[in-house]
T-cell receptor
Framework: DSGVTQTPKHLITATGQRVTLRCSPR?????VYWYQQSLDQGLQFLIQ???????AKGNILERFSAQQFPDLHSELNLSSLELGDSALYFC????????????FGQGTRLTVV | QQQVKQSPQSLIVQKGGISIINCAYE??????FPWYQQFPGKGPALLIA?????SEKKEGRFTISFNKSAKQFSLHIMDSQPGDSATYFC?????????????FGTGTRLKVLA
C-alpha cells in the first residue's frame, strides 16, 4: 500500500458526461501529480500541484481541470467525455518537488461508453 | 529534450537470468532517476532510484547503473524470477530547471520464464 488513495476505483460513464476523480496523497506529502495511462501505453503527465498551487502542466486537454484543496487532497475533473478518454488515471504524491520519491495510487479506471 | 528513451520495448528472460533495461535522456538538468514496476491493473510502484552523484546503486536483486557522461542509466535485475514479470518504467526529473514533473520512458514489458 503506497498510502495514496484514489476514488473511485472504477467509473463507467457515457460520452458527453462529466466526472470527478479524487486523490488523497500520503500523509505529509505536499505535491500531487496526475497521469493518464491508456491501454498498454506509457504514463502521460497531466498536471502537478504543490501545496495548493499549480506548478506544472502537461498535455492536459482543455476539457480537463484539476485543483488541490487546503487539506491537500486533489480532484481531477473530466468533462464532455469522449470514447478516447477511457484510460487509467493515476495520482501520485511526493513530499516536495519532483526530485523526491513519488508514490502512486492504484488508479481510477475510466470507461466512456 | 524532455524525453526519456527506454529500450527494449519487451524482454523475455529465463528464470535465474539477468534482465537489463536501458534508458537515455537529453536534458542535463535531470537530477533524479527512479524506476517503477507496474503489474497489470495496478499503480506503478517505486522500485529504486538514483541521483547523478553516484554511478551505481544496489537494492537486493535490483541495481541501477548510471553513466552521466553518456546520459544513460539502466536497471539490472539479477536472478530474475517469474514474479518479476511486469512492466518497468524509467523516469527522470529535475526541479532546478523548473521541470516539476517526472518524465517517464515508454515502458518495458518483462516476462520471466519459469
Amino acid at each position: 500500500d503506497s498510502g495514496v488513495t484514489q476514488t473511485p476505483k472504477h467509473l463507467i460513464t457515457a460520452t458527453g458526461q462529466r466526472v470527478t476523480l479524487r486523490c488523497s496523497p500520503r500523509s505529509g506529502d505536499l505535491s500531487v501529480y496526475w497521469y493518464q495511462q491508456s491501454l498498454d501505453q506509457g504514463l502521460q503527465f497531466l498536471i502537478q500541484y504543490y501545496n495548493g498551487e499549480e506548478r506544472a502542466k502537461g498535455n492536459i486537454l482543455e476539457r480537463f481541470s484539476a485543483q488541490q484543496f487546503p487539506d491537500l487532497h486533489s480532484e481531477l475533473n473530466l468533462s464532455s467525455l469522449e470514447l478516447g478518454d477511457s484510460a487509467l488515471y493515476f495520482c501520485a504524491s511526493s513530499v516536495a518537488g519532483a526530485n523526491t520519491e513519488a508514490f502512486f495510487g492504484q488508479g481510477t479506471r475510466l470507461t466512456v461508453v | 529534450q524532455q524525453q526519456v528513451k527506454q529500450s527494449p520495448q519487451s524482454l523475455i528472460v529465463q528464470k535465474g537470468g539477468i534482465s537489463i533495461i536501458n534508458c537515455a535522456y537529453e536534458n542535463t538538468a535531470f537530477d533524479y532517476f527512479p524506476w517503477y514496476q507496474q503489474f497489470p491493473g495496478k499503480g506503478p510502484a517505486l522500485l529504486i532510484a538514483i541521483r547523478p552523484d553516484v554511478s551505481e546503486k544496489k537494492e537486493g536483486r535490483f541495481t541501477i547503473s548510471f553513466n552521466k557522461s553518456a546520459k544513460q542509466f539502466s536497471l539490472h535485475i539479477m536472478d530474475s524470477q517469474p514474479g518479476d514479470s511486469a512492466t518497468y518504467f524509467c523516469a527522470a526529473s529535475s526541479t532546478t530547471s523548473g521541470t516539476y514533473k517526472y518524465i517517464f520512458g515508454t515502458g518495458t514489458r518483462l516476462k520471466v520464464l519459469a
